[in-house]
């Protein structure tokens, strides 16, 4: 069966430090793979996708940047974190072949200070 | 107007009640639709899963689409406290999200009494 990973769990950065979260997914090839952010009192906002090694997609500008390095890897980066940046980060990933949904890993709660 | 709208709750009930939670969204280019399960602190757990109008019931779970009114419905039967979370609807125009990826309600928040 396919699993999704992300790390760390949790998070606490200064303001203007560099960031990187990680995902990684078991037991299928080639999937397509999202980034999205979930702030309090909002809905989760897509801000990367991805269909293959070095193929990303980008839906919101803002100071983060993604890269796939391998096909299950999904990174997700910044180089000076804002206090906006704050929230709860997820990764998911679906299927390349069609009428399959998205599945969710548990998160990373990442908080600016 | 957002493009999908989702009563936030709390909606509160009896153990043993059935719940019926409801999204309505505007862009008529939405096929697929989802419902997630978010327990505190973790991500969304897909729930059901279907494509343009119609029923489809797993378990204790009946997810209804209506895209002639723009409007969907999950309902839990014989619900648990072990149901309390909050439940996102999602919904996209491609299979899997494609580029897109998914637009999402807000959630609501649910809360099964014991």
């Known amino acids: 069966s396919q699993t999704i990973h992300q790390w760390p769990a949790t998070l606490v950065q200064p303001v203007g430090s560099p960031l990187s979260l990680e995902c990684t997914v078991e037991?299928?090839?080639?999937?397509?793979l999202y980034w999205y952010r979930q702030a309090a009192g909002r809905g989760l906002q897509l801000l990367f996708y991805?269909?293959?090694?070095?193929?990303i997609s980008s839906e919101v500008p803002q100071n983060l940047s993604a890269s796939r390095p391998q096909d299950r890897q999904f990174i997700l980066s910044s180089k000076k974190l804002l206090l906006s940046d704050s929230g709860f980060y997820l990764c998911?990933?679906?299927?390349?072949?069609?009428?399959?949904?998205?599945?969710f890993g548990d998160g990373t709660r990442l908080s600016i200070l | 107007q957002k493009e999908v709208e989702q009563d936030p709750g709390p909606l509160s009930v009896p153990e043993g009640a059935i719940v019926s939670l409801n999204c309505t969204y505007s862009?008529?280019?939405?096929?697929?639709f989802m419902w997630y399960r978010q327990y505190s602190r973790k991500g969304p757990e897909l729930l059901m899963y279907?494509?343009?109008?119609g029923n489809k019931e797993d378990g204790r779970f009946t997810a209804q689409v209506d895209k002639s009114s723009k409007y969907i419905s999950l309902f839990i039967r014989d619900s648990q406290p072990s149901d309390s979370a909050t439940y996102l609807c999602?919904?996209?125009?491609?299979?899997?999200?494609?580029?897109?990826?998914?637009?999402f309600g807000k959630g609501t928040h649910l809360i099964i009494q014991p």
């Open positions: 998911a990933w679906s299927p390349a072949n069609p009428n399959q949904p998205q599945h």
């Open positions: 037991g299928t090839s080639n999937p397509n």
């Open positions: 991805s269909v293959g090694i070095g193929q």
């Open positions: 862009n008529s280019a939405f096929q697929y």
């Open positions: 279907t494509y343009s109008s």
């Open positions: 999602a919904m996209s125009s491609y299979s899997g999200g494609g580029a897109d990826g998914l637009t």
